[in-house]
C-alpha cells in the first residue's frame, strides 16, 4: 500500500514576520532538543520523558516555541 505525505515548510523568518505583520510583539524565541514523541528513528527517550536525537549526533533543534504580545486593534 502506498502513503500519500503532505508537508509545508515554514520557515522561521515567515512565522515571525507573519505574526509582526499581525500586530503581535515578538517577546521571546526559544528552541528546542527534546520532543514529546519520537519524531525520527534513532530518538532517546529520556528520564524527563521526553525524545532526544542519541549522543554524539549533530545537535539541532526540533521544536520551537514563541511568545507575542498582541500590541494594537
Avoid: C, K
Wanted: proline share 7%; aromatic share 10%.
Amino acid at each position: 500500500a502506498s502513503t500519500r505525505i503532505y508537508e509545508w515548510l515554514h520557515p522561521l523568518s515567515e512565522i515571525l514576520n507573519a505574526l509582526i505583520g499581525a500586530g503581535f510583539r515578538i517577546d521571546f524565541v526559544h528552541e528546542h532538543e527534546a520532543l514529546p514523541w519520537q519524531a525520527y528513528p534513532g530518538m532517546v527517550y529520556g528520564e524527563d520523558r521526553l525524545f532526544r536525537l542519541p549522543a554524539g549526533h549533530v545537535r539541532l533543534p526540533l521544536a520551537l516555541s514563541i511568545g507575542a504580545t498582541r500590541t494594537g486593534g
